[in-house]
């Protein structure tokens, strides 16, 4: 009880403080600057993750155009009439504008929000234009938005106006074509060479005439209205729309016309559908999850498209572009935190390098505080205040600036650098301060002097034992779980992540402790021999070198900074290389066409046309359906069907960077069962397995038998595929209709990008381009190139700091050798050993080492989520930057020698033998 009564508060000396921070401003400076930088670093890079996180939903969304539209179709009300013909509805475009309404009311408050006001399209079928040598076609076209359709301008005649004005009439099923006015634009008009009042001469499918007249001509007010998108003919003739040299014009329809146009047609012809287009600046990543659940839960509970109602039948593909967009963001999170964990840990390690330093300055004047009476207490709190001061105001710096180049800033992973800096200071120098004071003495039975010397290696042994068992198991949690962050916390860690995030850190450190264990007794081997040596230069280097050999913190910093500086310079390589394969396996090709459904026909024709371009090498045509109803024992797939022609899709991936699919022989080999097409599969779920029986289901026919008889290469990046031959399937009751033209070889680019068909063109250039400036492969290359240069300006920075914490022993030892005849070169060449262990050690092991965390650990970050790949990458190992990393270290240490010789040549000898009493 009396000895807690007598317990009081540390008094630190303020004094003294303050005369430590003058005398040591150096490394204290030193020390605030490595803080303050590493903490910008880590301050800002979650907040710019997170900003690149919405730009990269924004991008997917703009990129993905118009597949990440809503639309919904609703079914006309039926139009019979008393007698059993038609009626005429004049009211029908009110009737689309409560449909257009009644979409907009079922979006949902956030839906609603992230999307563009809705825009009702109105089409009719594609009709004939018999006139003219040039095959063209009509199709008539009514837009509406909130504020009607899209401001025109008349320049010759009227808007269309109704047929029976302001009348409903019922006219016979089988009577006279209906008379419907559309308006033209004046590039349509040209086309034709009609004007106002002239009558197109027009022929549907089943070859009856329609009467289309001519009402007006059109400008339109804003040619850029996103209105004119859905309908790009209503603007200019657009070439390919329906078919290989067909040409589409388009006519307008009115609010006063479209009720004819209804009567015009076949009751069905006419379809009507909203569109409502994301509104991609409104987009961000924490709504994501919320907007992908409302869209599914639209489709889920949409009308059936076999039922004849009016009911809301939804399409769109946004949430699975959205849900793209998240597992993107998700690995680009995984592998910003790996990157900022690992360069923590190398500064964490420079910076308790400079708290040995700043304590070795410090020694003689602790231990005399110490010794004049000082508690532990008042020194250690003296040692905080300063070393708490310097971290924390370098901090609030560093995160100055981070807030100052981001929009906000993450204080989180700045608080390993803070602690290092406020803690390890103190806790040396107080440790240092009772060294001076200890009255300990070495007992003299030799058995005890062993059991301490026995416990003390039981104690590195069990420290050693757990940071091995505790990287072993980071990464095999790494491996079974990833590294997926939490919903809405970008960039931010949750306790169950700490483990798998720092896994490469982890596994640097458990490195580096097995170098520790091998390193002295490599240097007594070569001490050893040195002894057998008429050198004597080298018995000294030796000899210095293992009497510093049990030195863990430089040997520590120096491996861990060079290993993952190498790590993070495999990351921005691994990702760079990706780019570019992962551009050829999302094209396939240098160049592919992906065919309109409408144009699908004239496929062949085209791919003959393409092969015959100057520069074009190889072109390959497939039947590429995505979500084919393939059905197994158990389950119904719904993989990506690809029906091609074996051999020459064998011939496109030889002659292209894409791995060879030896098993495409099998599918044109003698099949054992002939009621059976072989195939090749692939699943990333492995629910397609090579030897499985599936089945293709097809509409108002028996289903296929498929053979599963290998194993398919990646086809545009998917991960269900099933590729069968074109000429099996055939031979089995189901001709294929290409719609995919592959072509490869220099001139292919042009070739198809002149193609004259309605279709998407897809180039390998522009798909290397887009990937390599989206927001989160930019940043996450320019995270890791960052990250790798700071890692090896610490592993230099601690190489310097473990110079000069030996310096002043080291150079007492030459000082005195030189007594002995030692020159000031040779002097030179024993510092040289001394110091070359580890820096060798560093620079031969530590890329090495980098490397192979690097094999072990990118599968797990998802680097093909960025790459567009279709497999995860292999560890791309660029040598000649590993080695430059090497030669820095070591051109580093060759330069510390001349600058310590130099900065000790004023030493007298006297001083230093004075200095050893």
Not at 632 to 650: G, I, M, S, Y
Request: some cysteine; glycine content about 8%; proline content about 7%.
């Amino acid at each position: 009880m009396n000895r807690w009564l007598t317990r009081r508060w540390p008094a630190p000396h303020w004094p003294s403080v303050r005369g430590r921070g003058r005398a040591d401003a150096g490394p204290l400076l030193l020390t605030a600057a490595v803080i303050a930088s590493v903490a910008l670093l880590a301050g800002a890079v979650p907040a710019l993750l997170r900003i690149a996180a919405d730009d990269a939903v924004q991008d997917t969304v703009r990129r993905a155009s118009h597949d990440s539209n809503v639309l919904v179709h609703a079914n006309w009300e039926r139009d019979d009439g008393p007698t059993g013909g038609r009626i005429r509805m004049p009211r029908l475009a009110e009737d689309v504008d409560n449909f257009r309404a009644r979409a907009a009311y079922a979006l949902g408050t956030d839906l609603d929000a992230a999307l563009l006001p809705p825009i009702a399209v109105v089409t009719g079928p594609s009709l004939t234009i018999t006139d003219g040598d040039q095959p063209r076609t009509l199709q008539v076209t009514y837009l509406a938005g909130d504020l009607g359709g899209p401001d025109v301008t008349w320049i010759a005649g009227d808007a269309p106006g109704p047929t029976a004005p302001g009348r409903s009439v019922e006219i016979p099923r089988d009577g006279p074509p209906w008379p419907v006015q559309i308006g033209l634009s004046e590039t349509d008009a040209a086309a034709l060479g009609l004007g106002p009042g002239d009558r197109i001469p027009v022929r549907d499918g089943q070859g009856r005439d329609k009467d289309v007249r001519i009402s007006g001509i059109y400008r339109p007010a804003d040619s850029a209205d996103p209105a004119w998108r859905l309908a790009p003919a209503l603007l200019r003739p657009v070439p390919g729309a329906d078919g290989v040299g067909t040409t589409r014009i388009a006519g307008l329809l009115s609010r006063e016309s479209l009720p004819d146009a209804r009567l015009a047609f076949d009751e069905d012809q006419l379809r009507r559908t909203v569109h409502f287009a994301p509104e991609p600046d409104a987009l961000a990543w924490a709504a994501t999850a919320t907007l992908a659940r409302q869209v599914v839960t639209l489709k889920a509970t949409s009308g059936s498209s076999g039922v004849r109602d009016q009911s809301l039948k939804w399409e769109s593909r946004l949430d699975t572009v959205l849900r793209d967009a998240r597992n993107q963001i998700s690995a680009a999170s995984a592998q910003a935190a790996v990157l900022l964990a690992g360069l923590l840990t190398g500064t964490v390690l420079v910076l308790l390098l400079a708290a040995e330093l700043l304590v070795r300055r410090r020694t003689a004047v602790l231990s005399a505080a110490r010794q004049r009476g000082a508690a532990l207490p008042d020194l250690g709190a003296e040692l905080l205040i300063e070393s708490t001061l310097v971290s924390l105001s370098s901090a609030a710096v560093g995160l100055a600036l981070a807030r100052a180049v981001a929009p906000g800033v993450s204080w989180t992973w700045t608080v390993p650098v803070v602690l290092a800096g406020a803690v390890a200071g103190p806790i040396f120098g107080t440790l240092a301060a009772a060294r001076a004071s200890r009255d300990r003495r070495q007992p003299a039975n030799r058995a005890a002097r062993r059991r301490i010397l026995a416990i003390g290696r039981l104690r590195r042994a069990a420290v050693e034992i757990a940071a091995l068992t505790t990287a072993v198991a980071a990464v095999v949690t790494l491996h079974q779980r990833g590294l997926p962050p939490a919903d809405g916390d970008t960039g931010e860690l949750t306790g169950d992540l700490v483990l798998p995030v720092s896994a490469v850190a982890l596994g640097v450190l458990a490195g580096t402790l097995v170098l520790l264990r091998l390193l002295p007794a490599g240097v007594r081997l070569t001490l050893r021999l040195a002894l057998r040596s008429r050198r004597p230069l080298a018995v000294f280097g030796a000899a210095r070198a293992a009497a510093t050999a049990g030195r863990a913190l430089p040997l520590l910093a120096l491996v861990s900074a060079t290993a993952l500086a190498s790590f993070a310079l495999v990351v921005g390589t691994s990702v760079a290389r990706g780019l570019t394969d992962g551009a050829w396996s999302t094209v396939g090709a240098d160049a592919r066409l992906d065919v309109d459904t409408d144009a699908d026909a004239a496929t062949p024709a085209l791919a003959e046309r393409i092969a015959g371009a100057p520069g074009v090498e190889q072109v390959v045509v497939a039947q590429v359906t995505d979500s084919a109803p393939v059905f197994t024992e158990d389950a119904l797939l719904t993989p990506r069907l690809v029906v091609v022609d074996a051999a020459a899709f064998q011939r496109l991936l030889a002659a292209t960077p894409l791995p060879d699919a030896p098993a495409l022989a099998r599918l044109t080999e003698p099949r054992p069962d002939p009621l059976d097409v072989p195939a090749l599969v692939r699943s990333s779920s492995g629910d397609l397995r090579t030897g499985m029986r599936l089945r293709l289901a097809r509409d108002d026919a028996p289903a296929i038998g498929l053979a599963a008889v290998g194993a398919a290469p990646a086809v545009g990046g998917a991960a269900d595929v099933v590729i069968v031959d074109a000429s099996a399937l055939a031979d089995a009751g189901l001709p294929a209709v290409p719609n995919t033209v592959w072509a490869t070889g220099p001139g292919a680019a042009r070739a198809v990008s002149t193609s004259g068909v309605s279709a998407d063109v897809v180039l390998r250039a522009d798909v290397l381009r887009a990937q390599r400036v989206a927001p989160l492969t930019a940043g996450i290359s320019r995270l890791a190139w960052t990250v790798a240069a700071v890692l090896v300006a610490l592993g230099l920075l601690g190489l310097a700091l473990a110079a000069a914490a030996g310096a002043s022993e080291r150079w007492q030892t030459l000082t005195r050798l030189r007594t002995l005849g030692l020159r000031q070169r040779d002097a030179r060449w024993v510092a040289a050993g001394e110091l070359l262990p580890p820096v060798v050690v560093a620079a031969c092991c530590g890329p090495l080492l980098g490397a192979l965390l690097a094999h072990l650990t990118l599968g797990p970050l998802q680097l093909r989520l960025l790459t567009g790949q279709a497999a995860d990458p292999a560890a791309v190992l660029p040598w000649w930057l590993l080695g430059l990393v090497s030669a820095a270290l070591l051109a580093t240490a060759a330069v510390v020698v001349p600058v310590e010789s130099a900065l000790r040549r004023r030493d007298r000898l006297s001083e230093v033998l004075r200095a050893g009493d």
